[in-house]
């Protein structure tokens, strides 16, 4: 077992615990002084969300709001808040982890607790996420994992049981889950020089069967739709803190061109956190242009998808020209096409010669 | 690398190619014979389908149908028939795989094969099936790959780059995706005594964080909702072939409980295969009865649950009193509840109460 790894994820441990011990202390303190305990943090409503050109992700203004247990419109939150923050405590402490379904469920056995439903739970975690300036994660609540990765990675484990041990990706060629021992783990060689993102199972397969992690000399990573959390964190440190250029490939679609945007410039949900975006990823297709010029079997827009177009139209993120580009086209073909839709030219053209057009290999 | 496994799997390829092969010689031989080309096949329509009570599972029956080229009815199925045996037989000879989707959009490339949309491409993936009698997996079709798999197994590998090669599947700690390596492996050994099947990636990730497969001696298979038919055909391996029973553990609701009854006595699309279904498998919960007993936390049922449990009370698979008994209980209760409910009582109750209690262990 590594000694160093045993520290620096206890060291990171310990200091979330403290964290929580603290804000636990602050409402202890604030009672013996006779006031009605309160929170300060940062506001999340609509109008304190703001898009960071710079940046390139949403950002929380600088308005501050007080929830306050002397506010009787607050007193439920107030106490939601400090609940979970008991609960987030035991986690760290006990070094489980949990997912935001059961903390819900958690809420549910306490006599004094109540909530609405799920909703309503997972606002406030997000509370808490601001009221720490941490990632949910940090404190141990993990959404349900379905994200993938293959390639030369090796990673060290930092999950109890684990600690120190050592795997390389390309040791099951199905894939390793993306779960809280990914997510946690230190990324430690590689001898990968960029990381593929696609969002589909079949393609990702398709990928690995071609060996396109050699070929590409990639990293490979499946998101399964719209990229979890955890999954743009790792495609963040892969590429800050090891400098590898990150390439995303999705269908042609709104759809398809959002979870592109989110891994290059995160959501609103997310605008108290950082690591969480990559601005410098590069989305590499499917795009309209390409199903012109490869004459891509396509299937026409719905209704849903033309209205999800005009909405990414005034979206923020998509000011840039380059994008305002790609939405007109689609808009104007009023088609889509699917990653497989390159299929038609066998199954390996789109490693043989659409992947090596795009990536400049 | 492992000679003998080299050699099971290229025999198990070679004997797949030759029946294609095959396939392909009697066309030939019908047109020299200046006949018009046709195929013998059981029938698939609704009438000969019927559920064995032996079995326990939904079987074909006596009536065969012949596919005609002379027949104009039948020269678009028949085309595309020919035209998808010639593809899989790609697949085999050149040691590739496939998912459903990336056949049909093959099947675009192709100036003389139409299809309407993906399913009628899937149908004649299952009339090839019925041809052939064998699972599309053999001549290398997969659906994309979402479940997972954990515990101690080791598998030796059989996919190419790959042969000869052996993994235990406790090596990853959220799990290894069950794709068309896991699905194509040799089980080797295993020390575990039973498997244990989740519908949800929350609680398999709960299972595994408490060492579940250590406590109940378990191999964990997380479905990721209803089972893709390779990790069904996982299951039936584990259970008829190493003598692990297999206990399911799902929702309380109808589609929980359908999980559980497809594992255990399969679909009526897959009626035409044996190998998927595992009858002796046993559903654990969470049933209606363990709503009142536990004072679970519950939903109301929605008007669509409502008509599932209706339907599923005149299925065939649901005709035995026990399961008759639980579909009445929970239509009588209204109520529905989850996996995660159990948090009510504490993150590990689960595996320190509910489950030993279950398993009798």
Same mark, same amino acid.
């Given at each position: 077992m590594s000694k160093k790894v045993q520290n620096d994820s206890e060291r990171k441990r310990e200091t979330m615990e403290k964290s929580l011990t603290q804000m636990g202390q602050l409402i202890y303190d604030q009672i013996q002084n006779r006031e009605f305990p309160w929170i300060h943090m940062q506001s999340r409503s609509t109008d304190n969300i703001m898009y960071d050109p710079d940046e390139r992700q949403y950002i929380l203004g600088p308005r501050m709001i007080r929830r306050h247990s002397r506010n009787i419109r607050h007193i439920r939150p107030f106490t939601q808040l400090i609940w979970t923050s008991w609960f987030a405590k035991e986690l760290v402490r006990q070094r489980k982890t949990s997912t935001l379904r059961e903390v819900y469920y958690s809420a549910r056995g306490q006599r004094d607790i109540e909530y609405s439903g799920q909703q309503e739970s997972d606002n406030i975690i997000t509370d808490l996420e601001v009221a720490l300036n941490r990632a949910r994660e940090d404190f141990h609540i993990f959404p349900e994992e379905r994200s993938s990765i293959f390639g030369d990675l090796t990673i060290e484990y930092t999950v109890p049981g684990y600690e120190g041990r050592r795997t390389n990706l390309t040791d099951h060629p199905d894939g390793a889950m993306i779960g809280p021992a990914v997510t946690s %783990?230190?990324? !430690?060689?590689?001898?990968?020089d960029k990381v593929l993102v696609v969002e589909k199972g079949a393609m990702f397969t398709r990928l690995v069967e071609e060996r396109a992690h050699e070929k590409f000399n990639a990293i490979l990573i499946h998101t &399964?739709? =719209? %990229?979890p959390r955890a999954t743009r964190g790792i495609i963040n440190r892969l590429n800050k803190d090891h400098g590898l250029p990150v390439y995303i490939f999705t269908d042609a679609d709104p759809w398809g061109l959002h979870i592109a945007m989110v891994i290059i410039s995160g959501s609103a949900n997310a &605008?108290? *956190?950082?690591? *969480? %975006?990559?601005?410098?990823? =590069?989305? !590499?297709?499917?795009n309209g242009s390409d199903i012109i010029e490869y004459k891509l079997p396509t299937e026409p827009l719905s209704e849903f998808d033309r209205k999800r177009l005009t909405e990414l139209k005034k979206d923020p993120r998509y000011a840039r020209e380059l994008w305002q580009k790609e939405l007109d086209i689609l808009i104007e073909l009023d088609q889509k096409a699917e *990653?497989? &839709?390159? %299929?038609?030219?066998?199954?390996t053209y789109i490693v043989d010669e659409y992947l090596p057009a795009k990536l400049g290999v």
């Open positions: %783990s230190n990324f !430690i060689e590689t001898t990968a &399964a739709g =719209q %990229s &605008a108290h *956190l950082r690591g *969480l %975006s990559t601005p410098n990823a =590069q989305w !590499i297709g499917v *990653l497989e &839709a390159f %299929s038609k030219f066998g199954l």
